[in-house]
């Protein structure tokens, strides 16, 4: 998803409003006033209000979210940013992994740490772009296990390790809650503690008069959207799980995106943040050329704050892209304090950007506004970086992810880590790209008798109708194109190095 934020202007229009959806402009970083409503605006919110009140699909806490969130992007709250006084953050803002203290050897200091920690996944993604059904997180990636499985694995062998109760939260949305209440009882005999809420449910908005799209008739899923994954924070609050887990002594929670496989426990980072009191702290891990596009952390009047490609202005946009200015981008692997965010989920204080969102629902052009958990940075006190190596984003969105993490580049171990094979002597992945036939997982699976051996492959591309054997390597820079109504047969055992296949003669 590719993140939008605006300047709004409030007597426009909404038509306009919805018309301005791009880049912002930039002047400073501090916060202006909320500027009254015009009444053309006031009008549009009472009548919202109005019309949010009958909704029973959601509760009080959700509608007050709902419309706070639409009154602050009617109001043209924004963020400016002055681009001369970007800073690059120095390594007290952004902590060099090689830097983290190491850990004490003491199995019972390690048994105090993960006694502090809580696991919360970000489960509330459906499988669609992969062809499946249900939530993303229950799609086999490895040796028949899912997303899920290897969670639970990881978290299951710390509790044994070190006789310690980190527990797994899942924050569903509304579209994952019914299946995944169903999946996580298979684990009611492991040596973990699952919970699950729901993040919040809010009314898509019908842009020609701003209504919600579920008074319109839509009363169903397609009405209503998550408002993206900022609402983790007010919603592990309402849920009433934020109050349990401090009642139990947990101080940190660690939040991840349930298909990256590089997101697991790492107690060097989790000490550092104890030791020094840190409330936040974003993982971010070097650009390559194809993370040009990723949020970085900024400097910024003595704070630390994430800069999304959407906030540069376009006479800088290639310099925000360079790897020589810009070295870093947001994993979305996030260290938290609890009760830092209880204290700013009272306060009202967490005022993340917003994310307009455009859509079309059978013909209705509507409007979703959403928020980023990695924005909520700047709101926290001593909040900081920790540049991780690359081992740490291993995210799983297409079928190409998907052939990475199923070859012998990598390792399933027994307590669920998927490692890289160290025989690879590139320190970078090699670049796939295939074909729409690909797309779906059974698709992708049915194309593929097993997975080739790709340790010494630098790029493939593979587009149009083709099949691959068993027991296939791919070396250096392979391509293969079958033209429209042909079919090509990769045959078993065959090694394909530095060639272009575009039909049977060329294997």
């Known amino acids: 998803m590719s993140y939008v934020l605006v300047i709004l202007i409030c007597n426009l229009p909404l038509l306009l409003l919805v018309g301005k959806i791009g880049k912002t402009q930039f002047s400073s970083t501090i916060m202006s006033p909320v500027p009254a409503l ?82 919360l996944k970000l489960n509330g993604g459906l499988g669609t772009t992969m062809g499946c059904t249900g939530p993303k997180s229950v799609i086999e990636v490895r040796n028949g296990l899912t997303f899920l499985d290897l969670i639970v694995k990881q978290i299951e062998a710390l509790n044994t390790k070190y006789g310690c109760t980190v527990p797994l939260l899942l924050m569903n949305s509304f579209n994952t809650h019914d299946d995944t209440a169903k999946i996580v009882e298979k684990y009611s005999n492991s040596n973990i503690e699952i919970h699950t809420f729901n993040q919040s449910q809010y009314p898509r908005m019908v842009i020609e008069d701003f209504a919600p799209l579920p008074c319109k008739g839509n009363a169903g899923k397609d009405g209503w959207n998550p408002p993206g994954h900022g609402d983790v924070f007010p919603s592990l609050m309402n849920s009433g799980k934020l109050d349990a887990l401090l009642s139990k002594g947990k101080e940190y929670v660690f939040v991840a995106n349930s298909d990256n496989l590089g997101a697991v426990v790492d107690l060097k980072i989790l000490n550092h943040l104890i030791q020094n009191k840190n409330e936040y702290c974003m ?112 995210p799983v969105k297409a079928s190409s992810d998907l052939l990475l993490v199923q070859s012998d580049l990598y390792t399933l171990t027994d307590d669920g880590y998927v490692i890289r094979n160290p025989a690879r002597a590139n320190p970078s992945n090699p670049s796939i790209e295939l074909g729409p036939e690909f797309k779906k997982v059974a698709s992708f699976l049915s194309r593929f008798k097993s997975i080739p051996s790709i340790i010494e492959l630098d790029s493939l591309k593979v587009t149009g109708d083709v099949y691959f054997g068993a027991g296939i390597t791919l070396k250096g820079n392979v391509t293969v194109s079958a ?12 090694v394909i190095a530095n060639k272009d296949v575009n039909g049977p003669e060329d294997i």
């Open 483 to 494: 033209k429209s109504g042909v079919k090509i047969e990769i045959p078993d055992r065959a």
């Open 283 to 394: 993982e971010v891990t070097p650009k390559t050329l194809a993370d040009v596009k990723g949020g970085t952390l900024i400097s910024y009047d003595g704070k630390v704050q994430l800069l999304e490609i959407a906030q540069v202005p376009d006479q800088h946009v290639n310099e925000f892209k360079s790897i020589e200015k810009f070295k870093i981008f947001n994993t979305n692997n996030l260290w938290v304090n609890l009760n830092a965010v209880k204290r700013l989920v009272e306060a009202d204080a967490l005022k993340m950007e917003i994310i307009p969102n455009p859509k079309e629902v059978d013909g209705i052009k509507v409007l979703q506004l959403e928020t980023a958990a990695g924005a909520a940075i700047r709101f926290f006190d001593r909040a900081i970086g920790a540049n991780v190596p690359r081992s740490r984003f291993l």
């Open 38 to 119: 015009s009444p053309a605006d006031a009008e549009k919110l009472a009548n919202l209000k109005s019309a949010v009140s009958s909704l029973t699909q959601i509760s009080d806490n959700e509608k007050s979210g709902f419309l706070n969130l639409v009154t602050r992007y009617l109001s043209g709250e924004a963020q400016h940013v002055e681009w001369s006084k970007i800073q690059t953050p120095t390594d007290d803002v952004v902590v060099p992994y090689d830097k983290l203290a190491p850990l004490s050897e003491d199995p019972a200091e390690t048994k105090k740490l993960l006694d502090k920690l809580v696991v």
